[in-house]
């Protein structure tokens, strides 16, 4: 095996948190590289439905806790970097500014519409009836808009690679050895690889499991949450919202153009229906999901419509009550940084995070050093449509 390549950090995980957390390492003059087993952006964000949340939906049972503050203010920084800020993101595809916020009638749905009013710096506003979009004409309940932005989570792949190419590596981490003012890991790629980092970042959603382990990591424990995402796929207006009832989010839609067939819209459902997914068969699911999804939007017809769902594995830090924890994770033990941002809208947050934890240690030369060019580099992930059993809607 040839020479340890010497550098700063390495932060194994090509998603957006790993991708956040190679620009800020790189910004701040350290020379940091990523790996990444699978496909950038595979797993956790590609299946994301790419929204900024504004902290409205933690928000429903009345009280802004940490999780709805911490999303609100990052929302904010999201903006700044769409608009073309310090972190030019002004390449990345925005599907919309502004969701719904609609509730089904009855006083639960009421009590969390109220809800949703009472904090933070992003409020729902209401509208009349006669300027609800045509797809909320059967809603019976309060429609609101909300200044809450969706991205395609693809395109901010893209953005945040593609200054970054040579810093990313196909590989699998299969050994990690901490030292004193080091680590060593050892790599499997097209050929086997050593790096000598001062730090190791762990940003590998399920996979950091693996990696804490080989690192003997054990104050970062890790716990899973499975949901199962809804897709509808036909003529279908462009829809970006939430439906409310009481402290939950019923469904939130989120829309995009079909890949293979632009006269498509593929609307990718998720809420409670996405909670309720893992303890049901496929078919059951399907019928489930469907009923949710025709009661909360009554007046649109999905005659020629196809529905397809996918499971999806949150990976997350352990919580008491295995509840969704309510606030991003960046925990450093020893020379080993692990990052979960919980949400994509705290991706940029966990990684400003990381940096004030590694703010003190001294810095190599050469920030911008390359891998090797023999090595493979990663692809993006494909967004979960692309390659969905897709079945007709009776």
């Given at each position: 095996?040839?020479?340890?390549?010497?550098?700063?950090?390495?932060?194994?995980?090509?998603?957006?948190?790993?991708?956040?957390?190679?620009?800020?390492?790189?910004?701040?003059?350290?020379?940091?590289?990523?790996?990444?087993?699978?496909?950038?952006?595979?797993?956790?964000?590609?299946?994301?439905?790419?929204?900024?949340?504004?902290?409205?939906?933690?928000?429903?049972?009345?009280?802004?806790?940490?999780?709805?503050?911490?999303?609100?203010?990052?929302?904010?920084?999201?903006?700044?970097?769409?608009?073309?800020?310090?972190?030019?993101?002004?390449?990345?595809?925005?599907?919309?500014?502004?969701?719904?916020?609609?509730?089904?009638?009855?006083?639960?749905?009421?009590?969390?519409?109220?809800?949703?009013?009472?904090?933070?710096?992003?409020?729902?506003?209401?509208?009349?009836?006669?300027?609800?979009?045509?797809?909320?004409?059967?809603?019976?309940?309060?429609?609101?808009?909300?200044?809450?932005?969706?991205?395609?989570?693809?395109?901010?792949?893209?953005?945040?690679?593609?200054?970054?190419?040579?810093?990313?590596?196909?590989?699998?981490?299969?050994?990690?050895?901490?030292?004193?003012?080091?680590?060593?890991?050892?790599?499997?790629?097209?050929?086997?690889?050593?790096?000598?980092?001062?730090?190791?970042?762990?940003?590998?959603?399920?996979?950091?499991?693996?990696?804490?382990?080989?690192?003997?990591?054990?104050?970062?424990?890790?716990?899973?949450?499975?949901?199962?995402?809804?897709?509808?796929?036909?003529?279908?207006?462009?829809?970006?919202?939430?439906?409310?009832?009481?402290?939950?989010?019923?469904?939130?839609?989120?829309?995009?153009?079909?890949?293979?067939?632009?006269?498509?819209?593929?609307?990718?459902?998720?809420?409670?229906?996405?909670?309720?997914?893992?303890?049901?068969?496929?078919?059951?699911?399907?019928?489930?999901?469907?009923?949710?999804?025709?009661?909360?939007?009554?007046?649109?017809?999905?005659?020629?419509?196809?529905?397809?769902?996918?499971?999806?594995?949150?990976?997350?830090?352990?919580?008491?009550?295995?509840?969704?924890?309510?606030?991003?994770?960046?925990?450093?033990?020893?020379?080993?940084?692990?990052?979960?941002?919980?949400?994509?809208?705290?991706?940029?947050?966990?990684?400003a995070a990381m940096m004030k934890q590694l703010e003190l240690s001294p810095r190599t030369t050469g920030a911008h050093m390359p891998w090797p060019a023999d090595l493979p580099r990663p692809e993006l992930a494909a967004?979960?449509?692309?390659?969905?059993?897709?079945?007709?809607?009776?």
């Amino acid at each position: 095996m040839s020479e340890p390549i010497i550098i700063d950090a390495l932060i194994v995980g090509g998603g957006c948190a790993g991708l956040f957390a190679l620009a800020a390492a790189q910004r701040a003059g350290m020379s940091a590289l990523l790996v990444e087993n699978n496909s950038l952006g595979f797993g956790q964000t590609t299946s994301s439905q790419g929204i900024l949340h504004a902290g409205v939906k933690y928000s429903l049972g009345g009280l802004a806790g940490d999780d709805a503050k911490e999303a609100s203010e990052a929302a904010h920084e999201w903006i700044a970097m769409l608009d073309g800020g310090l972190m030019n993101l002004s390449n990345v595809r925005v599907l919309t500014r502004q969701c719904y916020l609609w509730r089904t009638s009855g006083l639960r749905g009421a009590a969390g519409m109220l809800g949703a009013k009472l904090a933070l710096r992003t409020r729902p506003e209401s509208i009349d009836e006669s300027a609800r979009p045509a797809w909320l004409a059967g809603v019976s309940g309060e429609v609101l808009t909300l200044a809450e932005t969706v991205i395609d989570p693809r395109s901010l792949l893209q953005e945040l690679t593609a200054p970054r190419s040579h810093s990313l590596l196909k590989g699998r981490v299969i050994s990690v050895n901490q030292c004193a003012n080091h680590v060593d890991i050892e790599i499997e790629s097209s050929r086997r690889v050593m790096v000598r980092a001062r730090h190791l970042i762990a940003c590998a959603g399920l996979g950091n499991q693996d990696i804490l382990g080989l690192a003997h990591v054990a104050d970062a424990p890790m716990q899973q949450r499975p949901l199962r995402q809804a897709m509808v796929r036909g003529a279908l207006p462009m829809v970006f919202g939430h439906c409310i009832d009481g402290a939950k989010t019923r469904i939130t839609v989120t829309s995009d153009v079909s890949t293979h067939d632009a006269r498509n819209v593929v609307w990718h459902v998720g809420g409670q229906i996405a909670e309720d997914g893992p303890a049901m068969h496929e078919n059951e699911f399907a019928q489930y999901a469907m009923d949710e999804i025709k009661k909360c939007i009554p007046a649109q017809s999905f005659t020629g419509c196809h529905f397809a769902s996918y499971p999806v594995m949150r990976a997350e830090p352990r919580t008491g009550d295995g509840r969704r924890p309510s606030k991003t994770f960046t925990h450093t033990s020893g020379r080993v940084t692990t990052i979960w941002p919980v949400k994509l809208v705290m991706a940029p947050m966990a990684a400003a995070a990381m940096m004030k934890q590694l703010e003190l240690s001294p810095r190599t030369t050469g920030a911008h050093m390359p891998w090797p060019a023999d090595l493979p580099r990663p692809e993006l992930a494909a967004r979960p449509w692309e390659s969905a059993q897709w079945s007709a809607i009776s």
